[in-house]
Antibody
């Protein structure tokens, strides 16, 4: 059974940092491209960042470029999102998802909430 | 980056068919067959319903179908059922700058 389990969310003050983790199981993580997608309260889905299987190619949304860093550890079947310089508009549920060959997101975690507030 | 454009809401009666549109540009939907659709019920994670414009993952009902014409993709749900009431999002690959995927703003489907 495919499982993606996010962790690391919580309440942080503006300007602060958080590191999200996503533990993967049930599929070949090493050969899978991975993505972070977020959803602000009452809003739609917002693509954040993607990383290819070998970490050679990395992509960021304009809204997080220069503040967020995506990474992965294939030996640990884990995906990460280091979030720095957090702002109120980064408040959202953050989902990790596997990205398929047609750029679709075929498996999703349950999400971890991040709240940026003083 | 600009999101793909979806209607905010659509509605239909049980048994009817509805179509949700998703409009992009020549640098995403028009140029690539990498359109996907997601269903999201309140408080739940999104679920992949269509990928590669018109392909259904295993386990997704054949009442769901996808298509594309020019820079507009469409999701059609036939034989509407109460459990289809949810938010639906389209997404497309884009090669612009350091981006990878764009989402639509989402469409709330109400089954009357």
């Amino acid at each position: 059974e495919v499982q993606l389990v996010e962790s690391g969310g919580g309440l942080v003050k503006p300007g602060g940092s958080l590191r999200l983790s996503c533990a993967a199981s049930g599929f070949n993580f090493t050969n899978s491209d991975m993505t972070w997608v977020r959803q602000a309260p009452g809003k739609g889905l917002d693509w954040v960042s993607s990383i290819r299987s070998n970490s050679r190619y990395i992509y960021y949304a304009d809204s997080v470029k220069g503040r967020f860093v995506i990474s992965r550890d294939n030996a640990k079947n884990s995906l990460y999102l280091q979030m720095n310089g957090l702002r109120a508009d980064d408040t959202a549920v953050y989902y990790c998802a596997r990205q398929g060959v047609d750029y679709e997101f075929d498996y999703w975690g349950q999400g971890t909430p991040v709240t940026v507030s003083s | 980056q600009s999101a793909l454009t979806q209607p905010a809401s659509v509605s239909g009666s049980p048994g009817q068919a509805i179509t949700i549109s998703c409009t992009g540009t020549t640098t995403d939907i028009n140029d690539f067959n990498y359109v996907s659709w997601y269903q999201q019920h309140p408080g739940k994670a999104p679920k992949l319903m269509i990928f590669g414009v018109g392909n259904r993952p295993s386990g997704v009902s054949n009442r769901f179908s996808g298509s594309k014409s020019g820079n507009t993709a469409s999701l059609t749900i036939s034989g509407l059922q109460a459990e289809d009431e949810a938010d639906y999002y389209c997404a497309s690959y884009t090669p612009i700058r350091t981006l990878d995927v764009l989402f639509g703003g989402g469409t709330k489907l109400t089954v009357l």
